[in-house]
């Protein structure tokens, strides 16, 4: 893959001082695509002449251009259409699990350059801080105008006085980390953090299948269990980072144990519950993937009770927030396909008997797609969303 154009320096350019409504017309361009300067006004409600000044302002720094004319209605004369350029910037994305780094470099419209992945040589903050500036180092010199980074990773993070601090993560067992400060001194780029699913979700509001809706829920299977919410075009975070917590849902009270409790979504969902429930030592994931596929019935049954829990899940969000859509991903994604007749009877047992239809969107995982929400939060950073 080849890097974006680099600036006349050979080095990344500080993101500018954009105002208010520069940033929103670049969002809009962003996750819209091209349009007039007449729509583009419609939408932020300003006057064409406003307007011009802005697109001047974004063409001035390079992040959009000008391109061929359209007729964009029934009637009237075409209209030039303004566009993003790509290759205006550069940004880096980290996922950190407890075992692994994950690193993407995206252009501006958070499509892949280049990705890299290796495992965490410790779980210590320093040692961390030290393995990201090292690979940002490793992708710098082809793509030489990563402007800002991105990190996201499973816990809770939270803004403290204008300073992001990772509250818990247990995966890595850090508590009371600011790790944005940390390894911005390292790479010498503005640098933000956030919950993994909360990342992710926005990635597929700006620039996947929930561009363009006004609410939508982001729901991921795997290791463990996430939701994460846009409502009014905003992805919540909750006053503490705690918001959209469903992992310990409850759907059988006599249900297997879980930390403490029985029958939660967690003890039927996760990759680990899944293959637990075989009680057959040396097992991984993937081996019961594959005996469900092969009509196991011990490993097609785990799957039967984890795709209740998920229907149960489903049935649950759609009745408590309603959203235009809800996004099922993540690296656990094979019980949507082993499993896909028991959700959906969970999902019409639970859901609200007078309840709008769901539209269920199940999206194929890379576990790559991880550190482009990465990047995506250094994009939405950059313009203050």
Known sequence: MTSATAHSNGE??????????????????????????AEIARQLGMSRASLTRVTRTLVDHG????????????????????????????????????EDLFAVVTDLTAKPLASHEEPLRSKAVDDVVAQIGEVYDRLKPSHPDITAAGICLAGDIVD?????????????????VELAELVRGRLGIPVATEN???????????????????????????????????????????????????????VDPNGPPCGGHRGCVSSYLTNWSIVASLR??????????????????????????????????????????????????????AVTELARAAMEAAIETHRHPTGAPITLDIQPFEFGEWARGGAVLAIRSCLQF
């Open 63 to 98: 992040f959009v251009a000008e391109g061929a004319a359209e007729l964009r209605g029934a009637t009237g004369r075409p209209s030039e259409l303004l566009h993003v350029r790509p290759d205006a910037r550069s940004f880096l994305g980290i996922k950190l699990t407890g």
């Open 280 to 333: 057959t030592p040396g097992l991984d994931y993937e081996a019961v993937v594959d005996l469900a596929r092969n009509g196991d019935y011990a490993a097609m049954a785990a799957f039967g009770d984890a795709g209740r829990a998920l229907g149960v899940l489903v049935a649950t969000v759609a009745n408590t927030m309603d959203p235009e859509k809800i996004v099922i991903t993540g690296e656990g994604i």
């Open 12 to 37: 990344s350019e500080p993101w500018p001082a954009l105002g208010g409504v520069e940033r929103q017309a670049l969002r809009e361009l962003l996750v819209h695509g091209p349009k007039s300067r």
């Open 160 to 176: 403290a006085d204008g300073r992001q601090v990772v509250v818990e993560s247990l995966f890595l067992g850090w508590y009371q």
């Open 196 to 250: 993994d699913v909360r990342s992710l979700t926005a990635a597929e509001h700006w620039f996947g299948v929930g561009a363009g809706f006004g609410s939508m829920a982001l729901l991921t299977v795997g290791a463990g269990i996430g939701l994460g919410l846009v409502v009014d075009g905003k992805v919540l975070t909750g006053a503490h980072g705690k918001s959209a917590r469903v992992d310990h849902q409850l």
